[in-house]
DNA sequence: CGGGGTATTGAGTGCCTTCAACCCCCGTGG
DNA sequence: CCACGGGGGTTGAAGGCACTCAATACCCCG
């Protein structure tokens, strides 16, 4: 995986702001066709990334943001011993990147693991669009807000819930987002995390969270693996979920 | 202590921005003598919080935001079956409660464990001097940063470390942050953190959290117990602590 | 029809938890 | 100054959840 390439590939037909299906849930959401067409104009390029490419890696200076218009692609910090913790899967309309000063390292990596297309805005082109119109710094801040919400969230239940709590309420996040992006989560539908990135992302190893996934499989309530999610009964998939809190 | 009143008690005697010690760490840290002048007038009031006290619980609407001026607070989360999930401990300079909709209800709870002295802004008057003075809002967005870089750091070593690497990560982080406002870490100084308290913090019981910490004591590398921190071997500490990352 | 990555399963182990008892520290009040 | 009480800290025993190691099976892609 690491020895992929790691650069994005520049794409030859840009989607309109306007014709943009991640916008609804991304930075411009609030915004008319009007405010679209004068801030479209900041937009540095559009690339694809292919699974188990980088976007960045940690210790990286991006001098962009990202906007990920489609695709699946995991956030995550890597320890001295080389485990992960997977921080946030990402989806259509989440930015990622941004921080107050570009010149400063990241300190995260962010991976595609399903092909991915994303929109870059430069820090230069930043500056510039909210030089230009400052009531954009508001969504901007409740964009990081929100993640950091959901970091604190993720480090609650992570820090407290036994796993298998911990898989219902990570696995019912995932479907709730894929649900806003109008999929519909009875059907047998696409889930590119291996069982590794799961374990990874709520603090358990891989062959514990095989046993709970064989668990939750075998009670009729879900059968996630091999690039696909089937959600057999949400109420009781949620009812664990919900006891967390 | 769930019983102690909730509120804080408004002092007499206010600190002006430019004598307050806190400021160094806090949101007008890069701000000149002059910028405080005008910044300060939209202070809404300074209380103080005694130990046990909450500044606001989860699912409150405080509708001020806060600087700690001086104390020790924590931040946490509550689950259904009443354990809790510390996100951080907040020091002087740390600014706590503020969103961008001040109308919706906080998902954390805030409460001091030792005497507290706190400098409110009501979002009316956040907002005015939001208004009035635009560069400000780049330093909020800044503390919210520091604040969801630190979430992912507790994130990742909760997730994935194991209990005594996890408790010196903590440590250090602390004592560097007590450091940082100019103690003596060589000290036995306050710690006023109980072993229930960190064992919150990292993710484990409190039992486990006191033969940890026996362990680190009968190593001669940190006695922390009783309301105090001694640290005997910060160089061992520390290198526990960094070989998480 | 391989082959590589992913998932599964078992056996054995151990970190951490639970439960429960006890002790220590320290503040309070006589 | 000491007695007292209570919260916090300590310890042991027992058990379980999750981990490690390792072998096997499965799925999908070329």
Redesign the interface.
């Known amino acids: 995986m690491s020895l992929l390439p790691k650069h994005p590939v520049e794409v030859e037909e840009t989607i309109s702001c306007q014709d943009c299906a991640s916008r609804r849930h991304a930075w411009f959401k609030q915004c008319t066709a009007n405010d679209l067409h004068h801030y479209q104009i900041f937009r540095t390029s559009q690339n694809t990334l292919a699974a188990g490419e980088y976007l960045f890696m940690e210790g990286d200076t991006p001098t962009s943001a990202y906007t990920l218009q489609d695709g699946w692609a995991i956030c995550f ?1 890597t ?2 011993n080389g ?3 997977v ?1 946030s899967v990402a989806f259509s309309g989440d930015y990622l990147g941004y ?3 570009m010149n400063e390292p990241i ?2 990596s962010v991976m595609a693991v399903k092909d991915c297309r994303i929109c870059s805005f430069s820090e230069k082109n930043i500056r510039q669009l909210l030089a230009k119109n ?1 009531e954009l ?2 969504s ?3 964009i ?2 929100t ?3 959901a ?6 239940y ?4 036994p796993a298998k709590l911990k898989l219902a309420y990570f696995l019912v996040n995932i479907l709730d987002k894929l649900k806003d992006r109008g999929i519909d989560i009875q059907q047998n539908i696409e889930f590119p995390l291996t069982h590794e990135d799961v374990a990874d992302a ?2 358990i190893t891989s062959v514990h969270m095989c046993r709970i996934a064989v668990e939750l499989r075998r009670s009729n309530i879900v059968d996630c693996r091999h690039n696909h999610i089937r959600v057999m009964d949400f109420d009781a998939l949620n009812k664990l979920a919900t ?3």
Chains 1, 2 share one sequence.
């Open positions: 910090k320890l001295s485990q992960r913790q921080l921080r107050t000063n300190d995260y400052p710094i508001q901007l801040f409740s990081q807000e993640q950091a919400n970091c604190r969230t993720r480090l609650t992570v820090g407290q819930a709520i603090g006891s967390v809190f």
